[in-house]
C-alpha cells in the first residue's frame, strides 16, 4: 500500500512538473525598438491575416478559426502571457486551435514577434522603431 502511494506520488508530480512554464531566459535586446520593428515586419507579413493588422484579433480569417485569435491590445494578454510561454505558443502552436506551430522563424526572430507583441497593450499596434 505503501508503495503505490509513493508511485501515485511520483506519478502526480510529474505530471504537475510537465505543466510548469519553462523558464525560458530573455534575451540580450528583447524589446528593443529594433526586435520590436522587426516583430512587427513579421506579424505583419505572417499573423495578422489571423490577428488583424492592428494586433486586435480582427483578421480576415477569423471567422473561419477555431476558436478566436488572440487580442494583443488586451492588457490582459500580456498579463497572463509572459514572454516564455508566448515563445513556446508560437515556436510550437496550440494543439487543438487553428494557432500553428511556427516552424519557419528562428529564435531570434520569434524573440522579435514575441516583443512586438508585448509592446502592443502598452503602446498600440504602430509600435514605432
Given at each position: ?13 510529474l ?81 487543438g ?21 508585448h ?11
Amino acid at each position: 500500500m505503501k508503495s503505490r502511494r509513493i508511485c501515485w506520488t511520483v506519478v502526480m508530480l510529474l505530471g504537475l512538473s510537465a505543466c510548469e512554464e519553462p523558464h525560458r531566459p530573455l534575451p540580450e535586446g528583447f524589446g528593443s525598438a529594433e526586435a520590436r520593428a522587426s516583430g512587427r515586419a513579421l506579424f505583419l507579413e505572417h499573423c495578422a491575416i489571423c490577428h488583424g493588422e492592428a494586433a486586435d484579433g480582427h483578421g480576415q480569417r477569423r471567422q473561419s478559426l477555431s476558436g478566436r485569435p488572440a487580442d494583443f491590445t488586451d492588457p490582459s494578454w500580456s498579463e497572463r502571457t509572459p514572454p516564455g510561454r508566448a515563445f513556446e505558443i508560437v515556436r510550437g502552436g496550440v494543439p487543438g486551435t487553428s494557432m500553428p506551430a511556427w516552424k519557419i522563424f528562428d529564435e531570434a526572430q520569434i524573440w522579435d514577434l514575441v516583443s512586438y507583441l508585448h509592446s502592443v497593450a502598452a503602446q498600440g499596434a504602430e509600435v514605432a522603431p
